[in-house]
């Protein structure tokens, strides 16, 4: 008896996951609920419904409280919310290449870049850098992955230049300079919330 109660279960317990995963989405979209009170509803019987509708009845009572994100009533935080989603889907393409450029087996330790992955870290990091045209000195010649020179365990990109040197850059300090010109009213948030501190 409790199998067939625990197997129609499942499906609920998935819905719930799928549930709670898009509830977030679903409250900016729909109209806000005013909470209901369960005194001033008329109670029904439990005693006939099954476990797995007992468990429905709670997740349906639960989820007509008002939201657990009172915030989201808050235009100006769902304004916030929204441009930090902009910003995310903004520099997500440069930052998971950038990521699997240092963190992948695709470069090894001072290798140079392929002249495709080389134009994206130059046009969307390297030329937002603050300190851009003292990184590339003379001339850049091409941009390497290598590791960092104090810190050996961490890999990092660097600006090889024209006369033979070479020089590591934070391709963080350029998300962030490319953040702070782009977005300048939500920059600092944005970089206080999404940025380790003390990385510029």
């Given at each position: 008896?409790?199998?067939p109660?625990?197997?129609r279960a499942?499906?609920?317990?998935?819905?719930?996951?799928?549930?709670h995963?898009?509830?977030?989405?679903?409250?900016?979209?729909?109209?806000?609920?005013?909470?209901?009170?369960?005194?001033a509803?008329?109670?029904?019987?439990?005693e006939?419904?099954?476990?797995?509708?007992?468990?429905?009845?709670?997740?349906?009572?639960?989820?007509?409280?008002?939201?657990k994100?009172?915030r989201?009533?808050d235009?100006?935080?769902?304004?916030w919310?929204?441009?930090?989603?902009?910003?995310?889907r903004?520099?997500?393409?440069?930052?998971?290449l950038?990521?699997?450029?240092?963190?992948?087996?695709?470069y090894?330790?001072?290798?140079?870049?392929?002249?495709?992955?080389?134009?994206?870290?130059?046009?969307?990091?390297?030329?937002?850098h603050?300190h851009?045209?003292?990184?590339?000195?003379?001339?850049?010649?091409s941009?390497?992955?290598?590791?960092?020179?104090?810190?050996?365990?961490?890999r990092?990109?660097?600006v090889?230049?024209?006369?033979?040197?070479?020089?590591?850059f934070?391709?963080?300090?350029?998300?962030?300079?490319?953040?702070?010109?782009?977005?300048?009213?939500?920059?600092?948030?944005?970089?206080?919330?999404?940025?380790?501190?003390?990385?510029?």
């Amino acid at each position: 008896m409790a199998a067939p109660l625990f197997l129609r279960a499942i499906p609920l317990l998935s819905l719930r996951l799928h549930h709670h995963h898009h509830r977030l989405a679903a409250s900016i979209l729909a109209p806000a609920r005013r909470p209901r009170c369960s005194a001033a509803e008329p109670s029904r019987g439990n005693e006939n419904l099954s476990s797995a509708d007992n468990i429905t009845a709670a997740w349906s009572a639960r989820d007509s409280v008002s939201p657990k994100y009172h915030r989201w009533n808050d235009d100006e935080y769902r304004k916030w919310k929204d441009k930090e989603d902009e910003i995310l889907r903004d520099i997500e393409p440069i930052a998971s290449l950038t990521k699997e450029i240092l963190h992948s087996e695709r470069y090894l330790d001072g290798e140079q870049l392929t002249a495709e992955d080389e134009k994206a870290v130059v046009d969307k990091l390297l030329a937002y850098h603050p300190h851009s045209e003292d990184k590339i000195g003379c001339g850049l010649d091409s941009i390497m992955v290598d590791r960092h020179p104090q810190f050996k365990r961490s890999r990092c990109l660097f600006v090889i230049r024209t006369d033979g040197g070479w020089i590591d850059f934070s391709y963080q300090k350029c998300l962030r300079a490319y953040i702070r010109d782009k977005y300048p009213s939500h920059a600092e948030r944005f970089i206080r919330e999404h940025f380790k501190r003390g990385s510029g």
